[in-house]
């Protein structure tokens, strides 16, 4: 069965990361609490799902790990308060996805060859890292 929609990678094992419509990461909280978070797949939808015991305080700064390698996924590379992970499309190119790592913040970036795309009412909180702002 073939999925529909873009597939999701670890930037590290280059494992995958989507099932069931949903992108699944290990996360950990600043007070060392641990759990699995479900990330929508659409650029720009925020929702979340996890367990309610997993109590995500907005604006509280969570770390996310591949779910297949337990690799750190932030985005040292551009910004370390953004995680990355790799999105594959319908023409089987990659493209960076980044993503804020604080709670409750709508940020999320595509990024590929030199063109940028903002996702979010938050995504100019890092645009000057890219040097321009977001198109909508």
Do not use: W
Not at 12 to 27: D, E, F, Q, T, V
Not at 47 to 71: A, M, R
Not at 88 to 106: H, M, P
Request: glycine share 8%.
């Amino acid at each position: 069965m073939k999925l529909k929609g873009n597939n999701y990678l670890c930037p590290h094992c280059k494992g995958h990361l989507r099932a069931n419509n949903k992108i699944i990461l290990s996360a950990k909280r600043e007070n060392g609490d641990v759990g699995l978070m479900l990330l929508d797949p659409e650029l720009g939808n925020y929702k979340v799902i996890n367990h309610p015991s997993f109590d995500v305080q907005d604006g509280e700064k969570i770390e996310f790990y591949c779910s297949i390698c337990h690799e750190n996924l932030v985005a040292k590379n551009y910004d370390e308060r953004l995680a990355r992970i790799i999105m594959v499309n319908k023409n089987n190119k990659e493209l960076d996805i980044l993503f804020s790592l604080v709670a409750g913040e709508e940020c999320t970036y595509k990024v590929s060859d030199g063109i940028f795309e903002a996702y979010g009412v938050d995504s100019g909180t890092y645009t000057n890292f890219f040097g321009e702002t977001p198109k909508y």
